[in-house]
């Protein structure tokens, strides 16, 4: 099962390695074309291996979209809570993954969205409210939203367990509202927590 992180200088690849491997560097280094990890798991009672790709987010490397994002069965979109321009260039990227992924049905392609970050300066830098990242996921379709720090591990398994669910039903080719239906005594938890569940 694959599926892909998108964007420039977000914590992309932070995120993926806190949840894969539960560590954390401070030590920004660039994402060359892309990156990938495995992750096992179980999911009901089936076994699931993730493929996570951490493509770059630099404009140079976007022409090696199309080899990375075909095949995908989800696409997860990260800003920074902090950054303003990462969140106003969520559309573009989600335009440039549909065009180079080119999907058999576009306008139901599921992604999640991932606001990071929201640990730094003790939330006091941050500029993209929460309400307005929600605000973007229903303007598209409902898309699953999450609030996360891959510094402090802060709802990156919640995440990515939907980002994996997400993937498994796409895969499937179920009704992604249908999958989760059955699913709502174990996402309940999630929705206590105050953000949005898949």
Same mark, same amino acid.
């Given at each position: 099962?694959?599926?892909? #992180?998108?964007?420039?200088? @977000? ?63 989800? &696409?997860?979109? @990260?800003?920074?809570?902090? %950054?303003?321009?990462?969140?106003? !260039?969520?559309? !573009?990227?989600?335009?440039?993954? #549909? ?27 941050? %500029? @993209? ?32 367990? &939907?980002?994996?669910? !997400?993937? #498994?039903?796409?895969?499937?080719? &179920? ?11 174990? #996402? ?9 569940? &898949?």
């Amino acid at each position: 099962m694959n599926f892909l #992180l998108a964007i420039f200088r @977000v914590g992309k690849t932070s995120m993926m390695n806190q949840y894969v491997h539960k560590k954390f560097s401070p030590h920004y280094k660039s994402t060359i074309g892309a990156d990938f990890v495995t992750k096992e798991l179980q999911i009901d009672d089936k076994q699931v291996t993730l493929q996570i790709w951490d493509t770059a987010g630099q404009e140079r490397f976007q022409s090696l979209g199309a080899a990375f994002y075909r095949g995908a069965e989800c &696409c997860v979109l @990260v800003y920074d809570v902090n %950054v303003l321009r990462s969140f106003e !260039t969520l559309n !573009t990227w989600r335009q440039e993954f #549909l065009k180079q992924a080119d999907p058999a049905d576009p306008d139901n392609f599921p992604f999640i969205l991932l606001g990071n970050k929201i640990d730094l300066d003790g939330g006091n830098s941050r %500029v @993209v409210s929460e309400r307005q990242a929600k605000e973007w996921c229903d303007s598209r379709g409902n898309i699953a939203y999450f609030e996360t720090s891959a510094k402090e591990g802060y709802n990156v398994d919640e995440a990515f367990l &939907c980002v994996a669910r !997400t993937a #498994l039903a796409n895969e499937q080719g &179920c009704d992604l509202d249908n999958y989760f239906l059955g699913m709502s005594e174990s #996402l309940s938890d999630i929705e206590r927590k105050g953000f949005c569940a &898949c």
